[in-house]
């Protein structure tokens, strides 16, 4: 399976519209195989999810997503692993052993966040399973 990563300097890239990478990762066998790192060439929020869809992306993990985007995506067939930050090596090796923590909810509403509120009482840590 092919795991789709924005990509800016080894980390995921916080804003999912705004990447100008994504890095690769061919999963197979409960570890990361193979990855590379390919252009967005400009393409802005809608068009990404029909570039990660030709590139074959399953799955992607990522920071601030918006809702536009993470629909189009989910119409694109592309599950979303949203609110993960740090290295984006990393974050692929959990999804690949099925412990990544991400944040269901996390969006990317360009207005100020709080340190540790989403805004919804439901927030917990939540784990990535069954890829």
Known sequence: ???????????IFQHFGHT???????????????????PTLGSGH??????LQALGAEAIICGGIGMGARNALSQAGIRVFAGVSGSADKAADAYAAGRLEYDPDANCDHHEHHEGDCGHDHCAEHHCEGN
Do not use: C, H, T, W
Request: no cysteine; glycine share 12%.
């Open 1 to 11: 399976m092919i795991l789709a990563v924005p990509y800016e300097n080894g980390d």
């Open 20 to 38: 100008e990478f994504f890095k690769l990762y061919e999963i197979e066998n409960g570890a990361v195989q193979n990855s590379r790192i390919v």
């Open 46 to 51: 809608g068009a990404l999810a029909g570039v």
